[in-house]
């Protein structure tokens, strides 16, 4: 008989991927991590319940988030949507050198009581600080595994060796190293960057051994078809979905992207028509 850990894993993961193993989950902790003014393009979306509200209704899949957003708008997100509760960000404001450290806010207890459905944490894959943050994931994961519950790892391999190495750190290779490292570390679930092409991207699946690879949205494409495009080869490259930020909020009617993204993901159409059908071309 299977241990119950790893059926509360499982259906907890079903909260977020659909049948056909993809998901598109909204990303909300920019408010945090970037600062409030990467909602100036639409100010109204800096009360989180505003945009919270919009995107559940238009469908996405998931919404994460950190513990104090959850405490404060985590019950606009339905029963129809996963909650994913990151617990690990660091300020703009910080110094240059802290920049590449992710610190933890709250407790794999908080995530829970918060009602998440997973729980969340970034690695800065090649860091000076890289040991402080596979720690602090190898003790999220280890306890969240205990409880049941599913841990995202935000893959995202930065720091200056990477630099000097491989000149950026969008580096097909830099970026399958990440995704392998998560998969390694015991993430259920990894995002990461886009590297460019389908083709190195299904490196980075392939690299995941199995474990869901989404991509991170990255900054705001003004054409909304460009954005579209990168999502469509992620999917052909194998990849689980995507998990995506400022392409949704900065639009003053997030609605019809969201619509087209998941037309794109779970209706495997293709970008162009699936622009032209929400009315974005
Ligand atoms: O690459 P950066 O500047 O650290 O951005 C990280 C941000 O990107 C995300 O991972 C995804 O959001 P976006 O789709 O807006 O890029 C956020 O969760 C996070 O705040």
Redesign the pocket.
Known sequence: MEPYQSIGIRRRLRRFFRRDGRALIF?M??GF??GPTDFEPVWEHVNPRVIIRKVVRAGVDGV?MLPGIARIAGDAVKPTAGLMIKLTSKTNLRPKEEQLLQSQLALVEDAIKLGADAIAATVYWGSPQEDVMMRQFAEIASYAHDLGFPVVQ?AYPRGPYINEKYGKKEDYRVVMYGARAAAESGADMIKTYWTGSKETFAKVVDAAAGVPVLL???AKAENPLDFLKVVWEVIEAGGAGA?????IFQRKNPEPMIRALIRVIHRNEDPEEAAKAEGLL
């Open positions: 990303a902790d920019h991590e970037h994460m935000f991170s949205g990255g998990v995506v930020g400022r392409n």
